[in-house]
């Protein structure tokens, strides 16, 4: 009886003692994933409890700087952008409203919190490429001849160059990559066709021919809202996706 009784406390204990450290251990892994609102809850008032409570400020001063650096790439982003734009002479505050308009498609299409960032993102970023594009072709004032035609289309590729071995970035390189993709699989720089075009992708290349026919060049007048639907609606089924072409300009006529 009195081994049982020991062999029974032996096991009550070490349910004790494990149970508290399998919680933190547990939590370590999910850290080590990029969870970062895991949180231990202390089971007891002993030491067990006091590495709990430290573990739990540990994690959370990491997100809090993890923010702090995610937050000042953006930033840098944002500047990114911002220097296209005042190298683009063409493309002044195309950015900010094709980001106005990426956010209502990612509204009606129900896209998650963390998903958006890296979208917008993408956004910022889809015509980086540019950066390696040479002036002469990139501001010439009228169309481009067939051979800076080809050279301008080297911009997803050039993008896809800077940005693939940044880390935090590969999660949005789709848009700069792949917004060139038509829906029938004539576009560049990969030719993907229908769906294999990532969605982020397809999604923004109605943003950016919309902001493109809508916006005053050089060489032409901007459209007419009316003008430009019935565009978009030419280029749905072969530049654009079907489905989402009718989710776009729902939200236009709104």
Known sequence: ATLLLVLLFGIGLSIYLTKPIMSLVSAAKKVASGDYKVKVEP????????????FNQMIESVSDSRLKILNSYDITLEGWSKALELRDQETSGHSQRVSN?????????GIDEET?????RGVLLH???????????????????????????RHPVLAYEMLKEIEFLKPALAIPYSHHEYWDGNGYPLGLKGKEIPLEARIFAIVDVWDAITSDRPYRNAMSIDK???TIRMESGTHLDPELVEIFLGIIDE
């Open 228 to 230: 430009a639907k019935e």
């Open 101 to 109: 308009l990426m956010a209502k498609m990612m509204d009606a299409l």
């Open 127 to 153: 015509d980086i490429g540019k950066m390696g594009i040479p002036d002469r072709i990139l501001n010439k004032p009228g169309p481009l001849d067939e051979n800076e035609k080809q050279i301008m289309r």
């Open 116 to 120: 958006r960032v890296n979208y917008q």
């Open 43 to 54: 089971t007891s008032r002993d030491e067990l409890a006091l590495l709990s409570n430290t």
